[in-house]
């Protein structure tokens, strides 16, 4: 068979059945929720009212929606979330604030990561079920109360 022949065979198999020939970025998740899928907060959600102007994980019934791409930005109060890069500590604290200064928000899969960074420490509210959660960029914690290696996620892409 001559090379012609082949590169058109390949080319009419390809559109019969639709092989793709590139692959692109996953487009970003419009009105998602996010929750944890680990213990000690498993299925633990992002809620719309923050605490003190920072995120707390509680449950689903309160939880918040949010369009998210290089910013995640909840559907409902239209606050971003944003991570307070100037913190001393490993564990970057998050706020929901009425402007994104933090535009490094992306998706892995299901998980949502800044700027390639994916893991997050989570903290129980004293007198509460619900927690507080932070960015986690090394190894330092803000009590012994405290998890690490906590991911967020968007809910299952079964």
């Given amino acids: 068979m001559k ?87 490993s564990w970057k604290p998050l706020t929901l604030d009425a402007t994104a200064t933090t535009s490094t928000w992306g998706l892995s899969g299901d998980t949502i990561v800044d700027g390639g960074t994916q893991n997050f420490v989570v903290c129980p509210i004293s007198g509460s079920a619900n927690y507080n959660f932070y960015l986690q960029t090394g190894d330092d914690m803000p009590s012994s109360e405290c998890t690490d290696w906590i991911t967020i996620h968007l809910p299952c892409l079964c």
């Fill in 3 to 89: 090379l012609g022949a082949i590169i058109a065979f390949i080319s009419a198999v390809s559109a019969v059945f639709a092989i793709p020939t590139s692959t692109s970025s996953a487009a970003a998740a419009a009105g998602s929720q996010i929750r944890t899928d680990q213990d000690p907060v498993y299925h633990l959600y992002i809620q719309s009212t923050p605490l003190d102007g920072a995120p707390v994980l509680g449950p689903e019934s309160s939880c918040g929606w949010f369009d998210i791409g290089s910013t995640v930005q909840d559907t409902n109060s239209t606050l971003f979330l944003n991570v307070n890069m100037t913190a001393t500590t």
